[in-house]
């Protein structure tokens, strides 16, 4: 429900009642109003209480919180979920909620790794070399990998 997402995502961030109401100018009685379940915040509060609660505004609209990882927490649940590849892009696409975004920032990775590689090729770096965002991340899965296999 709407109001317990509010009010579970107010107690995560520490904030007082007050201090939400007066962060996206709303009478304090309002608030108290959505988190009691009384009444709902209006679609143009949405975006407003989201921020300030660090939290979606799909996860108000909907009413659940979700669970993000850090990076480093989410490879090491990938590397003891394993799955076929073909699965794997299915979750992607059930679990992503904006397709084209999720290919615009790949595509705008591609191109940052490519201009890189083209500036690296352009200078004399001796023995330096500079990775791209893929060969980064393969890196940083072995490692984690390696890590969660000696734990």
């Known amino acids: 429900m709407i109001h317990d997402v509010l009010k579970e995502a107010r107690t995560r961030k520490g904030l007082k009642q007050e201090e939400v109401a007066s962060l996206i100018k709303v009478a304090?009685?309002?608030y108290l109003k959505w988190e009691n379940g009384a009444t709902e915040p209006k679609a143009s509060q949405v975006a407003a209480l989201?921020?300030?609660?660090?939290?979606?505004?799909?996860?108000?609209?909907?009413?659940k919180l979700t669970k993000r990882y850090s990076l480093e927490d989410f490879i090491y649940e990938m590397m003891k979920h394993p799955v076929r590849s073909e699965l794997e892009t299915l979750k992607y696409w059930e679990h992503i909620p904006d397709h084209e975004a999720y290919f615009a920032d790949l595509n705008a990775i591609k191109k940052e790794d490519k201009d890189i590689?083209?500036?690296?090729?352009?200078?004399?770096?001796?023995?330096?070399?500079?990775?791209?965002?893929?060969?980064?991340?393969?890196?940083?899965?072995?490692?984690?990998?390696?890590?969660?296999?000696?734990?």
């Open 28 to 30: 304090k009685q309002t």
């Open 50 to 63: 989201a921020k300030v609660l660090g939290i979606t505004p799909n996860e108000i609209c909907v009413g």
């Open 117 to 151: 590689l083209q500036d690296n090729q352009s200078k004399d770096w001796g023995q330096t070399k500079i990775v791209t965002s893929e060969e980064a991340m393969h890196m940083m899965t072995r490692e984690v990998a390696e890590q969660f296999h000696d734990k």
